[in-house]
């Protein structure tokens, strides 16, 4: 595509003399500009997809790929007859039937506000970030109905330990002739979890759901059933399935309706950053421009001395052409490089940042993740290196095309 005196005169005229100082100058610019925004570019759209990931994998880890609720505010009475039901589904991986209620926690003079969640104890192997905190002492006290679990920050804020005593307020309780009493127990912590996810580990209760029946009024009644299939992104075909299988009183739900806050917050945060810094990379296309019209202008005579020589004029389009889009290909694989080599240490320098300016650059309390983390996906690293590398090219075609354009004799009447 290139004949070897193109390739050496784009090469060399990338290599400015002292007198085009200036034009190098705005060049480095150009190949800084690339570099930083292709590596951020990578770096964000990267930290987003492991963020998308991180929190869709432990919110499903703790909760079912789709959930069945009752229109009724006793709950669902028969629900063991409802679980065996759905559960002859192929793809249903699991049925659990639970009761989830709010409650007011108190120990050490603190009270906060928490979600009891009342489950089987077989149960809770379906939920694999939490059955994977837990020790088999901790799983046989739950059997036995003896113990509550509760997550490492809750524990922490109250400063709990295991086999401390907590006490938890139903808001509704035993109706009374002087109106509804709220419900008021203690319980023994039999475990403490950390699934890794700030809210979950701040604020859930896991319960026996014998113990939750009796605490919350609903013998053999359940608040709902979670269902967990082999493939999330299903859930909208299985949930028209069990729909046609429902009683009147019971409506369900997909993971993707229950979390479409977060979903549409994500998506839309993740297209708004890439447009933003897709302007560090169009900004130093414009750099590009700019000193590419400079080195041609610095360049007429050399263009014209080419030209009455014999160079054709596609010869010239092509040499300016490569010297341009030189700048935004070496940026591009240095800053992909470098963008990588950021994303598979991320962590590692998240710390040492933290650790050098003293301050917290990822809080647990508002990202909801114990950790930063960071996905590579190929395909959107491959779209950005095509998008640095187009408007390279784009911002190099205008000089090149003024090169091929100069009159030679214009140019050289006045030499």
């Known amino acids: 595509m290139f004949t070897p005196l193109e390739r050496l005169l784009a090469f060399r005229y990338l290599r400015s003399r002292r007198s085009e100082g200036f034009i190098s100058v705005i060049a480095w610019f150009s190949f800084a500009g690339i570099t930083l925004g292709v590596a951020t570019l990578i770096i964000v759209m990267s930290v987003m997809n ?45 049925a659990t039937p639970q009761i989830e209620k709010q409650v007011l926690v108190s120990a050490n003079n603190v009270t906060i506000g928490s979600v009891v969640r009342g489950v089987i104890w077989s149960d809770l192997a379906i939920r694999a970030p939490l059955w994977d905190s837990i020790t088999n002492d901790i799983i046989t006290r739950f059997r036995d109905n003896k113990a509550i679990l509760i997550g490492k920050t809750m524990a922490g804020n109250l400063n709990l330990a295991q086999g401390d005593s907590i006490t938890l307020l139903a808001p509704k309780g035993r109706t009374t002739a002087f109106g509804s009493i709220p419900t008021r127990q203690s319980f023994i912590i039999g475990g403490i979890f950390d699934v890794g996810m700030h809210e979950y580990d701040s604020t859930f209760i896991f319960m026996p759901l014998p113990t939750a029946q ?81 080195l041609v202008r610095s360049k007429n005579a050399d263009i014209a001395v080419l030209r009455t020589m014999g160079l054709a004029r596609t010869s010239l389009l092509k040499i300016f052409l490569l010297t341009g889009t030189s700048i935004g290909i070496i940026g591009t694989i240095v800053g ?13 320098i998240k710390s040492l940042i933290e650790n050098l300016t003293g301050s917290e650059l990822f809080s647990a309390e508002i990202y909801f993740l114990s950790k930063l983390p960071a996905v590579v996906e190929p395909t959107e690293v491959g779209v950005v290196m095509l998008l640095a590398l187009t408007l390279s090219l784009l911002a190099s075609i205008y000089p090149a095309w003024k090169a091929c354009t100069i009159a030679p004799a214009e140019v050289l009447r006045y030499e």
């Open 50 to 94: 492991g963020f998308r990931a991180e929190l869709v994998n432990r919110i499903l880890g703790l909760n079912g790929h789709l959930g069945i609720s009752s229109t009724q505010a006793n709950g669902i009475n028969d629900y063991e007859t409802l679980t065996r039901s759905i559960a002859q589904n192929p793809n249903i991986m699991a």
């Open 214 to 294: 009796k605490f919350f009024s609903m013998p053999d009644r359940v608040s709902g059933v979670e269902l967990y299939i082999y493939n999330p992104d299903d859930a909208p075909i299985v949930k028209a399935e069990i729909k046609r299988i429902l009683p009147d009183r019971a409506v369900v739900f997909d993971w993707m309706d229950r979390n479409r806050n977060y979903l549409n917050a994500l998506q839309v945060e993740r297209n708004v950053m890439f447009l933003i810094l897709t302007l560090i990379i169009l900004v130093a296309a414009f750099n590009i421009i700019s000193s590419m019209i400079m």
């Open 336 to 348: 992909s490089l470098l963008g990588l080599m950021f994303c598979w240490n991320i962590d590692g």
